[in-house]
């Protein structure tokens, strides 16, 4: 591997003083066909903002939570609520169409305004040019383009990785033998295999869709595909997984190639649910994956993609392979910038715990004081850092960061978060 040095999150971005991040973190431009009232979970960027740079929101601010991140010394005060947090209007859209709150406080900050948002689409390309700001994305084409799984596992063919063996196949509902089709594809891997995973190619609708099955349900599971619309899934064997890592990294503006973390996935019942930082225990496999990735992150710089690239892999028995890329900022993305801001303020973090959260609807301010003997104060070394609230005090769902200094502790906290009424 041949990767420059490693870097901050957020240097990888910018380094330079005469400019401002502008993030825009929501995700609703990556579902083309969204499914519910999607959550744009705009507010992830408020802990990761410092003070010159900039967060829009699609909702309202939860002042008691940026009141919060003020007492720490981080966040920042230029913020741009739409205070649309219902429906499904793009950030994007409602900055293409009103951009004047956020060209003036570019004005008054006056400095070079770079846009950081979730998913490089076609609206994020636009919104840059009507800021004025230089885009830490791609294009568009290539940002579907990598997303979708099965171009993926093709691309790592062509560069000689080995993948999971899989089946393409179109869902076409209005073909009486299109189900017997699939049907028969899974009864094949199924001879070989107590299951079977099925996949949508790309991730567009907002809801999970892998599905397992033993054969027992494929009829509910084409209902369900043809159902919610969905062109094109893969169909694999679904092997044993002792660990699920992801990989992330940058290719700079300037065309650096970085590397950013690798860390273990938390899953239940397929879906991501957390994220754990990695300690070097299993150099052989760290070594694989990073050589890897960076075949991979290779080609895409070479193709012209800019921004992050998280790779999901599996590590099965002896073998090691890459399931999906996630062309576009990962969850755990604003976790590492968050992470950087903290070690700011406490030295260097041994260890930690993303996690998603759920209490009673309350307010801010009575989750502070529920979880007070956990809650991050600025020096506490093994702490509970909140954010992601802007739901708080509707459906009690929000996120955390684990601090400590190996994973015992980091077990350890999760228990007493869990006595104190957060699951």
Aim: aromatic share 8%; net charge positive; hydrophobic share 40%.
């Amino acid at each position: 591997m041949m990767a420059d040095p490693p870097q901050t999150f957020k240097n990888c971005i910018s380094n330079r003083d005469d400019e401002c991040l502008i993030y825009g973190a929501d995700n609703l431009s990556q579902f083309t066909q969204p499914i519910g009232n999607l959550p744009s979970k705009c507010d992830r960027a408020l802990p990761a903002a410092r003070s010159k740079d900039i967060v829009i929101l699609r909702g309202k601010l939860n002042l008691e939570y940026q009141s919060w991140l003020a007492s720490l010394g981080l966040g920042t005060d230029h913020i741009v609520s739409y205070g649309r947090a219902e429906g499904k209007t793009m950030l994007s859209r409602m900055i293409a169409d009103n951009p004047v709150p956020i060209q003036k406080i570019i004005k008054k900050i006056n400095k070079k305004p770079v846009y950081v948002p979730w998913f490089s689409g076609d609206m994020e390309n636009k919104v840059a040019k009507v800021l004025g700001a230089d885009l830490f994305g791609a294009p568009s084409a290539l940002t579907w383009k990598y997303n979708d799984k099965s171009i993926f596992k093709t691309s790592c063919r062509q560069l000689g990785i080995p993948v999971v063996e899989d089946t393409l196949f179109s869902i076409h509902p209005k073909n009486h033998k299109n189900r017997h089709e699939m049907e028969s594809i899974i009864r094949q891997y199924l001879s070989k295999h107590p299951e079977v995973l099925i996949r949508g190619t790309m991730d567009n609708t907002g809801i999970s869709l892998v599905f397992k099955t033993k054969g027992d349900d494929i009829n509910a599971l084409y209902h369900k595909l043809s159902k919610n619309q969905i062109g094109q899934i893969l169909i694999e064997p679904l092997l044993p997984v002792i660990a699920s890592p992801n990989d992330q990294w940058i290719v700079t503006r300037d065309k650096k190639i970085r590397h950013v973390g690798l860390q273990d996935q938390v899953l239940k019942d397929l879906r991501h649910i957390g994220t754990l930082k990695i300690t070097e225990q299993f150099p052989l496999e760290t070594a694989y994956i990073l050589d890897t990735s960076f075949k991979i992150v290779q080609q895409m710089m070479a193709s012209g993609y800019t921004g992050v690239i998280g790779i999901d892999y599996i590590v099965t028995g002896s073998k090691i392979y890459p399931v999906e890329i996630n062309a576009r900022f990962n969850g755990s993305s604003y976790v590492k910038i968050i992470i950087n801001n903290i070690e700011d303020l406490t030295g260097p973090v041994p260890c930690w715990k993303y996690m998603k959260a759920k209490t009673r609807p309350c307010s801010f301010n009575a989750l502070a004081k529920q979880i007070k003997p956990l809650l991050f104060d600025g020096f506490k070394s093994e702490s509970i850092f909140p954010y992601n609230c802007d739901n708080l005090d509707k459906t009690g769902d929000f996120a955390v960061i684990l601090l400590a200094y190996d994973p015992e502790r980091i077990a350890a906290l999760e228990q007493t978060l869990n006595g104190m009424g957060v699951g």
